[in-house]
């Protein structure tokens, strides 16, 4: 290396620290130790020493935030460790009760230590860094799979593109939650209205919006912020020891992490740090709906575990519903998938909580016969949850003269078919079935749905634009779409066409608990798909399966039991699903919950670490889940195996001081077979 080469890299890596600390200090410390125009001198002087020596310019200088090149699409991505949901409690008595379950669930009725955060309203992403260095960011997505979003969180500069601090981990896993500040909203939406373009309805749809953009430079030129609340898994450093310690951990290596987490102990602590919050409120300078209650210990949160989409140690507390005065101008009756008619009360425009609402629901018609409400009554509208607009009462002491009784529609409003009045049920529904092009619709966007078959691109529109021009009357029509029919339909183009072809193809390959949930069989979510996926292993089974036998698997009750078996003995369904599998859909082959009780690895607890020739950590993971296997994320004293690649990092050295059973690819492969 030269002389001038070697003074020019010093110089360089000089720089990028210096560029780097004083980012840290302006966007995570809030606390700017130089003015902009210095900052700036700076910065350009690195641009300078990089453009001369190119062979100097690396991946992570903070030069290198914003890409020039837009993506065609986002890349799939698998989470090693699911991102998972929270359950949620809507008064302060229930976070009583959430102390007590974990009380009788630990065998100790000792006043349990949480960790508490502010419930940020943005969109959940995870960052992956090795050595320190950013290498990915991706979408929450399904929990499991997500979207590759990594040129967009680069330019967020309170997301480090190198981490800080003497113990960076070899690999590690960050969850944080992308916000767009009030402030920052407040600007936007100025430059939206002086460009002539609509406006974003609220800081979260912004976010999410900006992140989803294919070009890294729209962006960009928005204000997005960041806040890390969660290791997913770590690999070459100790993982702390309390959740406190978590967040202690990340912001010492330059991640931003939220000033408003405390640690405190047992439920009333909890919700006085709640009734704190929700003051404190109006005064933050980003929007929250809640608070999010951890267990504070990660050893006890192990014991713990989860349910099938939630952790059992974590809880978050929604803030009442806020709530807005409009007037009832209207009713319109809408059709659900399953044939569901449900009333939807047309309002005069009004804020609730930063949101314009036009529209709530009303339910069924015994909620309307409840609160007694009328067209052009002055209703009082919340958001249920702070998402959903619902009419919460009437103001009786304003009801005007013109106030008219809501009458129910006879026949579906869309193909006026005969409603159908069960006795017992609130719901009326239309018997028309997929003949009605409402519940075709809607079934359709069922089936292609993200944990369905989750074909990209096929949206709602373009799904409302098929069944309108007569191009699909069943989900498995849709496999027999040309690209010439797609690219002469509205806002598409060969291009377009053709991306929806290919993702067509693509969801052929799919799984049977994916194929089961997308038919949309009445009460059968994707859990009770999974459930008969892995009891009966074929479709071929669960078509022929009775009632008793859909009963004997866990959590299907006689209602759901019957649903299923009604679906499976309709001609029409059969037909439908012939079709499919006609078409090419195809998945592996399950394994039955049976034998996999008789394998060596069945009810055992494995963990894996380092890096597997064998396989990928996600086909090991799998190859023994479907033997009955649990397949944990981090060590304790109830792991019965840790699966060592090599590099193995601090997940060897804690089971090993556990007396953890260490094996190694050879010896796994010899349990599985």
């Known amino acids: 290396m030269s002389a001038e080469l070697s003074a020019a890299a010093e110089e360089a890596d000089s720089l990028r620290k210096t560029l780097n600390d004083h980012s840290y200090r302006y966007y995570v410390s809030d606390a700017p130790s130089i003015p902009d125009s210095e900052y700036d001198r700076l910065f350009c002087r690195l641009q300078e020493i990089e453009k001369n020596f190119p062979s100097l310019l690396v991946q992570e200088s903070p030069t290198q935030r914003v890409g020039d090149i837009p993506l065609s699409h986002f890349e799939e991505v698998k989470h090693e460790v699911p991102m998972l949901s929270l359950g949620n409690a809507f008064d302060l008595e229930e976070l009583g009760e959430f102390e007590k379950s974990i009380q009788k669930q630990l065998g100790d009725e000792s006043p349990v230590s949480f960790t508490c955060e502010p419930k940020l309203d943005g969109l959940a992403v995870s960052l992956l860094y090795e050595n320190g260095k950013l290498v990915r960011a991706a979408t929450r997505g399904d929990g499991h799979t997500g979207e590759n979003i990594t040129s967009n969180v680069r330019t967020i500069f309170s997301v480090p593109l190198q981490l800080m601090g003497d113990n960076i981990p070899q690999k590690l896993e960050v969850r944080g939650e992308v916000i767009l500040p009030l402030k920052g909203f407040a600007q936007l939406n100025q430059k939206q209205e002086e460009k002539g373009v609509k406006v974003f309805a609220n800081p979260r749809n912004a976010a999410a919006g900006s992140l989803r953009q294919l070009d890294p430079r729209i962006a960009a030129e928005r204000p997005l912020d960041i806040y890390c609340y969660a290791i997913g898994w770590m690999e070459g450093e100790p993982l702390p020891l309390t959740h406190g310690e978590v967040l202690a951990y990340l912001k010492s290596l330059g991640l931003k992490v939220n000033p408003e987490a405390a640690q405190v102990k047992g439920a009333d602590a909890v919700a006085e740090y709640c ?86 629901t009303l339910h069924n018609l015994d909620e309307i016969k409840r609160l007694d409400v009328r067209i052009n009554d002055f209703v009082v509208v919340c958001r249920a949850g702070d998402v959903i607009p619902k009419v919460q009462r009437v103001m009786m002491e304003q009801r005007p003269d013109n106030a008219e009784q809501i009458r129910h529609p006879e026949h579906c409003p869309v193909c006026k078919s005969e409603l159908e009045y069960i006795e017992g049920e609130v719901i009326v529904r239309c018997d028309a079935g997929l003949a009605c092009q409402a519940q075709l619709k809607e079934a359709i966007k069922h089936f292609v749905s993200r944990r369905a078959l989750d074909i990209e691109g096929m949206g709602s529109k373009l799904v409302d634009q098929l069944v309108d021009e007569g191009l699909v009357t069943n989900v498995a029509e849709l496999y027999q779409l040309q690209v010439e029919q797609l690219a002469k339909l509205e806002r598409m183009g060969p291009k377009s066409a053709q991306n929806v072809k290919d993702a067509l193809d693509k969801s052929k390959q799919s799984t049977l608990q994916r194929f089961l949930y997308g038919l949309g069989i009445r009460e059968v979510g994707d859990a009770t798909a999974l459930s008969l996926a892995r009891n009966f292993a074929s479709l071929e089974k669960i078509q022929a399966a009775d009632e008793e036998q859909l009963m004997a698997v866990e959590d299907i009750g006689p209602i759901v039991a019957q649903h299923i078996h009604h679906f499976f003995q309709q001609e029409e ?52 889940q479907e033997q009955g296997a649990k397949v944990s994320g981090s060590v304790s004293k109830k792991t019965d195996y840790l699966v060592a690649g090599e590099e193995a990092g601090s997940k060897l050295s804690k089971a090993q001081a556990l007396g953890v059973i260490v094996i190694d690819e050879q010896q796994l492969e010899g349990l599985l077979a």
Request: charged fraction near 20%; aromatic fraction near 6%; avoid cysteine.
């Open 275 to 360: 009734r704190n919050m929700a003051e404190k409120r109006a005064k933050l300078a980003y929007e929250i709906d809640g608070v999010v209650v951890k267990v504070d210990s990660l050893a006890l949160q192990e014991e713990l575990g989860f349910v099938t989409r939630a952790p059992r140690w974590a809880i978050a507390y929604k803030f009442p519903a806020e709530e807005a005065l409009t007037q009832l101008l209207g009713v319109d009756f809408q059709v659900g998938r399953t044939g569901a008619i449900t009333p939807v009360a047309r309002l005069k425009p009004v804020s609730v909580g930063g949101v314009t609402v036009s529209n709530a």
């Open 573 to 624: 369904n059969l037909k439908v699903i012939h079709a499919l599998l006609d078409a090419g859909l195809q998945w592996e082959a399950v394994a039955v919950a049976e034998q996999a009780s008789e394998s060596q690895v069945a009810g055992k607890t494995f963990v894996l670490t380092g890096t597997l020739s064998r396989f990928t950590r996600q086909e090991a993971k799998a190859k023994l």
